[in-house]
């Protein structure tokens, strides 16, 4: 059974930083694109941005609203992908997901991150 | 970036109805790269339809993606109580990746 587990959630005051993690098993992890997708209260579903596989090249993409704050990264080793978020907003505060796959085919439960003062 | 509109914003339909719901693309998807899922409050979203058309594992065939270049719709034929939930598309052929702004279907 595929399950994603996230975590390093929680509150952060505007211009911190905080970086997810997200722990994948009953898959191939080095196979897999990672994505990380979040939703704003209220709002819809938001892409934030991915990471390919090594097999793929490892590149990552992001969201133009993320780019140049957020750094998405992998490690195979561990079968856990990061979502490291910098000079943080409060537009930022969301639950966010972390997916597998390129049409994001299974997701974690995901994880509050409140930016406030 | 690829936009996508969902219509109708609320779909008010009784257990055992037909739902059909719509997502338009602002440029041709290339290849059909769209996905369906559905979200209900507390839950991980669920990938429904992928390829605009192809189940993903161990979805009911009462749901049924359909359509190419900039409509696509997903038909539930017979709505089951759980059913009732919030359903997003999104595009996958072009980064960044886009998703709909989502079509809640309400118990009438």
């Known amino acids: 059974e595929v399950q994603l587990v996230e975590s390093g959630g929680g509150l952060v005051k505007p211009g911190g930083s905080l970086r997810l993690s997200c722990a994948g098993s009953g898959f191939t992890f080095s196979n897999a694109w990672m994505n990380w997708v979040r939703q704003a209260p209220e709002k819809g579903l938001e892409w934030v941005g991915r990471?390919?596989?090594?097999?793929?090249?490892?590149?990552?993409d992001y969201a133009a609203p993320v780019k140049g704050r957020f750094t998405i990264s992998r490690d195979d080793s561990k079968n856990t992908a990061y979502l490291q978020m910098n000079s943080l907003k409060t537009e930022d505060t969301a639950m966010y997901y972390c997916?597998?796959?390129?049409?994001?085919?299974?997701w974690g439960q995901g994880i509050l991150v409140t930016v406030s003062s | 970036e690829i936009v996508l509109t969902q219509s109708p914003a609320t779909l008010s339909l009784s257990p055992g109805e037909r739902a059909t719901l719509s997502c338009g693309a602002s440029?041709?998807?290339?290849?059909?790269?769209l996905a369906w899922y559905q979200h209900k409050a507390g839950q991980a979203p669920r990938l429904l339809i992928y390829?605009?058309?192809s189940r993903a594992t161990g979805i009911p065939d009462r749901f049924s993606g359909s359509g190419s270049g900039t409509d696509f719709t997903l038909t539930i034929s017979r709505l089951e109580p759980e059913d009732f939930a919030v359903y997003f598309c999104?595009?996958?052929?072009?980064?960044?990746?886009?998703f709909g702004g989502g079509t809640k279907v309400e118990i009438k």
């Open positions: 440029q041709s998807l290339s290849s059909s790269y």
């Open positions: 997916t597998t796959g390129w049409y994001l085919d299974y």
């Open positions: 990471i390919k596989s090594k097999a793929n090249g490892g590149t990552t």
């Open positions: 390829g605009a058309s």
């Open positions: 999104l595009q996958y052929g072009t980064s960044p990746l886009t």
